[in-house]
């Protein structure tokens, strides 16, 4: 299945507004940053993608894809589902752990290996460093996903700079 082309330029239906503005309540944000939402939603979406061909995942209608990476360490194939937009040709992904104080595993990963499957489909993953690039991103995700916002306040607060990275296709 390809990966779906995610405009973050699109007017977004009503459905999803109300979804993602719920999703970016004080509460939803909580919630997603508790032990139980990370040891148990976080864990259910690469099964679920998986055995849906990525047309499912908790986000419902977020736009969702398994990303695939190789463990830094161990070596082994690791999945995780990561919400996603494009920028021209390029994939963004952000690795804001709900705005937890560490980065998320796959990030470590991502940077020891950066080729990636994303989708199904391979990428090389640049980390963004750019300061105007950077803003530019969190501009378009903030419109894909409003959540990001308190994210990168949370993790501000932890002393945490959310990293951004594309997806360059190979």
Known sequence: MALRHV???ATRSPIYRAFVRILSTRFMTWLSRTVVWSSVMWKIDPYLMRLTRG???TGLIVPTALLQTVGARTGRVRR???I???DGQ???IIASQAGRSDNPSWFHNVRASPDVLLG???FHAEVITDEVARARLWELADRVFPAFAAYRESAARAGRTIPI???VPR
């Open 7 to 9: 405009d973050p330029h």
């Open 55 to 57: 047309r499912l995942g």
């Open 80 to 82: 995780n589902a990561v």
């Open 84 to 86: 996603y937009f494009h």
């Open 90 to 92: 390029r994939v963004t």
């Open 120 to 122: 199904g489909q391979p």
């Open 165 to 167: 990275l594309q997806l």
